[in-house]
C-alpha cells in the first residue's frame, strides 16, 4: 500500500476537456512533485512544490497547471491537453526538501489523451 | 545526454542467486543516489540510497556500493527472490540540484523459480 494517494487512477479526456488530477499525502511531508512517465522511459520531474510554494517548474507548458492547497494536497488541472500529454503521471512526496531525501510515489493516474 | 545510465535494459537471475544492477553517472556533481523498485501499474517504491561519502549501504537482502571515482554504483540482491521481478530505476541527484532526481531509465529484473 502506498502512502501517496492519487485519484482517478485512469484518466480519458479529450482535447478541449479540462481535468485534474489528485494527490494526497498524511505523512506530514513538506515537499511534493508532479513527474511524467511515457512508456519504457524514466520518470522526468514536472513540478516541485516546497512548504507548499512552487519552487521548481521544469519548462512545463501552461496547459499544465500545479496547485497546491495545503501541505497534505496536490492538483494537477489539464486544459487543452495534446495526445502526446498521455502518460503515466506520478504524484511524490519527501520529508524534507533537501536533496537527500528519498522522495516517496504514488500509484500514478494514468492518462489517455483522445 | 543522459546523465544517469543503466546499459542493461534486462537482467535474469536465478532464484536464490545474487543480483547485480549497475548504474553509470557522468555529473561529477550527483552526491546522493537512490535505487527505486516499480512494479506494472504501481509507482516506483523506494529502496535504499547512498551518500556520497559512502561507498557502501546494506539494508536486510539489498546493499548498493558505491565508486565515485569510477562514476558506478551497483545495487546487490542476495538472495534473489521471485517476487523481486520489477523494473529497478537508479537516480541521483546533487546539492545544487535541489530535490530534482535524475532517473536512469531503469533495468527489468527477472528472477526465475
Known amino acids: 500500500d502506498t502512502e501517496v494517494t492519487q485519484t482517478p487512477k485512469h484518466l480519458v479526456m479529450g482535447m478541449t476537456n479540462k481535468k485534474s488530477l489528485k494527490c494526497e499525502q498524511h505523512m506530514g511531508h513538506r515537499a511534493m512533485y508532479w513527474y511524467k512517465q511515457k512508456a519504457k522511459k524514466p520518470p522526468e520531474l514536472m513540478f516541485v512544490y516546497s512548504y507548499e510554494k512552487l519552487s521548481i517548474n521544469e519548462s512545463v507548458p501552461s496547459r499544465f497547471s500545479p496547485e497546491c492547497p495545503n501541505s497534505s494536497l496536490l492538483n494537477l488541472h489539464l486544459h487543452a491537453l495534446q495526445p502526446e500529454d498521455s502518460a503515466l503521471y506520478l504524484c511524490?512526496?519527501?520529508?524534507?526538501?533537501?536533496?537527500?531525501?528519498?522522495?516517496?510515489f504514488g500509484d500514478g493516474t494514468r492518462l489517455s489523451i483522445l | 545526454d543522459q546523465q544517469v545510465k543503466q546499459n542493461s535494459p534486462s537482467l535474469s537471475v536465478q532464484e536464490g542467486r545474487i543480483s547485480i544492477l549497475n548504474c553509470d553517472y557522468t555529473n561529477s556533481m550527483f552526491d546522493y543516489f537512490l535505487w527505486y523498485k516499480k512494479y506494472p501499474a504501481e509507482g516506483p517504491t523506494f529502496l535504499i540510497s547512498i551518500s556520497s561519502i559512502k561507498d557502501k549501504n546494506e539494508d536486510g537482502r539489498f546493499t548498493v556500493f558505491l565508486n565515485k571515482s569510477a562514476k558506478h554504483l551497483s545495487l546487490h540482491i542476495v538472495p534473489s527472490q521471485p517476487g523481486d521481478s520489477a523494473v529497478y530505476f537508479c537516480?541521483?541527484?546533487?546539492?545544487?540540484?535541489?530535490?530534482?532526481?535524475?532517473f536512469g531509465p531503469g533495468t527489468r529484473l527477472s528472477v526465475l523459480p
Open positions: 537516480a541521483a541527484s546533487a546539492d545544487n540540484y535541489g530535490q530534482n532526481f535524475v
Open positions: 511524490a512526496s519527501s520529508q524534507g526538501t533537501g536533496s537527500n531525501q528519498p522522495q516517496h
